[in-house]
């Protein structure tokens, strides 16, 4: 009978330590879940937040200011030469790329002669991802001071100027504003306060994240990438490599039997005087 | 019988490291460093949103149209599990996620390296296309890798010293 008795104990206290225990797991479970859906809704709350706040910090595709006298459905092309030129040379290039900066040594003379000659007409997209790799704004500030000078009507001189002083792909001297301030100095009409402000104050920054965004959707990978009449010429063009006396040879046989066209002053436009740029570029109020 | 009981020594010695306080230290010690890794990603990735799209267009993997969401949504995603891993919340669902993504990530790269496409993973910023000689899938994939592997040591033992978690099952 007490042995019943004790047994009867014993299942007793053995039911209420097991349901206490399954209450203790089902609690643990549930702290599980609250805690593994409240980490989730962290996660996924900073995703959106993230693209919202992406989406707002993003330079628009469509720049709200661009220098005077670009060109293109987004004024996002630099041209230089005449328009009625009746070829069309497209050089896509960064200002901090060591590539491009050879190939505007060597090439500057023979292609500002073709401009002249009213030979080709150019256009630039001044590019700006070395900085992505490695590091700087050399190649953002350097674009920048581009489009100032094209706003001031010197985009030519200047562009030649700063290949011309290009430092160490590594280097980021272009990252320094006042560096391109200097080289401005090279060139009469950028030695004044006007392309100084321009370029300290980054005026074309929305600019130049424009022009880049259309070079990373488009289908060139590298700079310099150039193009006659939307054919790649660089480094070759089908099995001849590019120089100075092909490239002429080239242009003239793409303009054979051509009227050539009526290049400007020094082949720069808007003519590079400072009212010029004014009449361009009015104040916004 | 000998070798037996020393099979069962080991065994249990093995029992001890994995389930012993040392091994919830050395789980701090990888939640750390996993948060490290994701908050100095997610960074990297955070000022220029532009540069964050391009690294993803890159892979020529995503349709346009998921190139930018991706790209801006990502570096967050990797902050949020740095700080959870800092908080010790959540570690294995945490952990679960982490080597997700890492996987994600392996799988991108080796994507692009098959099909001969070069670029930098764009992992800690930068990324986009690079000149064929710079590209460092192999060190890319083995450094993805080892991040991996300290995500599998969290779903394999959650329970981490100074964690919101074990202060939560108090």
Request: proline share 6%.
């Amino acid at each position: 009978m007490s042995d019943k008795n004790r047994e009867g104990k014993r299942s007793a206290r053995e039911r209420m330590l097991e349901e206490r225990a399954e209450q203790e797991a089902r609690s643990r479970r549930n702290k599980k879940l609250v805690v593994g859906g409240a980490v989730l809704a962290v996660i996924a709350a900073a995703v959106v937040v993230g693209v919202v706040v992406q989406n707002q910090r993003s330079k628009p595709e469509t720049p709200t200011a661009a220098p005077a006298g670009t060109i293109g459905d987004k004024n996002l092309i630099i041209p230089v030469g005449a328009p009625d030129a009746p070829s069309t040379l497209t050089v896509y290039e960064d200002p901090r790329c060591p590539a491009c900066g050879i190939f505007e040594r060597t090439f500057s003379p023979t292609v500002d002669q073709l401009e002249d000659a009213g030979k080709v007409f150019v256009n630039y997209h001044i590019v700006s991802f070395i900085d992505r790799s490695l590091g700087g704004s050399g190649s953002k500030y350097g674009a920048n001071a581009l489009g100032c000078a094209q706003n001031a009507g010197h985009f030519r001189d200047f562009h030649d100027v700063l290949y011309r002083n290009q430092p160490d792909e590594t280097a980021d001297t272009f990252g320094n504003k006042q560096a391109l301030i200097d080289l401005g100095k090279q060139v009469p009409g950028l030695d004044n306060a006007e392309f100084q402000s321009c370029v300290n104050s980054n005026t074309f920054a929305g600019w130049v994240s424009a022009v880049q965004q259309d070079f990373d959707k488009s289908s060139f990978k590298s700079t310099p990438t150039v193009l006659l009449n939307g054919t790649p010429i660089y480094p070759k063009k089908g099995d001849e490599q590019i120089s100075p006396e092909n490239l002429v040879k080239w242009v003239d046989e793409a303009n054979q039997g051509k009227q050539l066209g009526t290049p400007g002053s020094h082949g720069q436009s808007p003519a590079p005087t400072s009212t010029a740029a004014e009449t361009n570029n009015p104040p916004s109020p | 019988m000998a070798s037996q009981q020393a099979e069962h020594g080991r065994v249990s010695g093995f029992r001890r490291a994995v389930d012993g306080p040392a091994a919830e230290w050395f789980g701090l010690a990888v939640r750390l460093g996993l948060a490290v890794v994701w908050g100095w990603a997610g960074l990297a990735k955070v000022s220029d949103p532009a540069e964050a799209a391009q690294a993803v267009r890159a892979y020529e993997i995503l349709p346009e149209s998921l190139v930018k969401p991706v790209g801006w949504g990502l570096p967050f995603l990797e902050l949020a599990l740095a700080v959870l891993l800092v908080l010790g919340l959540g570690t294995r669902v945490v952990a679960v996620i982490s080597a997700a993504l890492l996987l994600v990530f392996i799988a991108g790269i080796s994507s692009a390296w098959a099909r001969g496409i070069s670029i930098d993973c764009g992992c800690f910023g930068g990324g986009g296309t690079v000149d064929e000689s710079q590209t460092t899938y192999l060190q890319e994939i083995l450094r993805d890798t080892g991040f991996l592997l300290m995500s599998a040591w969290l779903i394999y033992r959650p329970r981490t010293k100074l964690s919101a978690d074990a202060w939560l099952a108090a």
